[in-house]
């Protein structure tokens, strides 16, 4: 069975300070991994996705996740953090012949200090 | 393109009243799912479709909910009657079926008084 575990539920870091966002995966076929980002009364949207080619993915708004399947680990990374960085983020995990149907962390939660 | 819409984007209704809540997926795209967003229960999978069909509906919390598909470019999730535990953000996404990744419309916030 497929399942992320985000370790964290609340991060908060300084403006300029590195972002760090862990999420660990469980799955018994090669896993598609995703992250997402929630502002405060949006929709989720997507940051950036594994699909099996590059292992470290780049995404929008300067976030980027490396694939460690030894680690079984997608952990989500910014080198420095903005006030505008602020939201949710939802770690999930899909996989072939599974209907496209994604599997969600519980989420962490980032806030931004000045 | 234009992205997912729902409709209404705010909903208020008293309980045991119906409550219609409805979303046009991006155009092309086979896979529609319906999610609940609380901040007890976080994000739950409620139902999804392929080409129209429903494929699970086993996150349907009750059957006073019910969703339909009637073509490709258009869902509704009804929830008859309604009560106050069913106040949440409800989205929808949609994904391609050669493409995993699902977008999300921007939800509709639903308060049952």
């Known amino acids: 069975a497929q399942s992320v575990t985000q370790l964290g539920s609340h991060v908060s870091v300084s403006e300029g300070a590195l972002v760090l966002l862990r999420c660990n995966y469980s799955?018994?076929?090669?896993?598609?991994l995703f992250w997402y980002v929630q502002y405060p009364n949006q929709g989720l949207q997507l940051l950036l996705k594994?699909?099996?080619?590059?292992?470290l993915v780049k995404g929008i708004n300067g976030f980027e996740a490396e694939f460690k399947k030894s680690e079984t680990s997608f952990h989500l990374t910014k080198p420095s953090a903005h006030m505008s960085d602020a939201a949710e983020y939802f770690c999930?995990?899909?996989?072939?012949?599974?209907?496209?149907?994604?599997?969600f962390g519980a989420g962490t939660r980032l806030a931004v200090h000045p | 393109d234009a992205g997912v819409i729902q409709s209404p984007r705010h909903e208020v209704t008293e309980m045991g009243q119906e409550v219609t809540l409805r979303c046009k997926p991006i155009?092309?795209?086979?896979?529609l799912f319906w999610y609940r967003q609380t901040m007890m229960r976080g994000l739950e999978l409620l139902i999804y479709?392929?080409?129209?069909?429903?494929?699970?509906d086993s996150g349907m919390p009750e059957d006073r909910f019910s969703a339909k598909m009637p073509n490709a470019s258009f869902s509704t999730l009804k929830i008859q009657p309604s009560e106050p535990r069913d106040s949440a953000v409800y989205f929808c996404?949609?994904?391609?079926?050669?493409?995993?990744?699902?977008?999300f419309g921007p939800g509709t916030r639903l308060t049952v008084t």
């Open positions: 996404a949609s994904s391609l079926a050669s493409r995993y990744e699902q977008y």
């Open positions: 999930a995990v899909s996989f072939s012949g599974g209907y496209n149907k994604l599997i």
């Open positions: 479709f392929n080409n129209n069909v429903p494929i699970d």
């Open positions: 155009s092309g795209h086979d896979y």
């Open positions: 799955s018994s076929v090669p896993p598609y």
């Open positions: 594994y699909t099996s080619a590059a292992t």
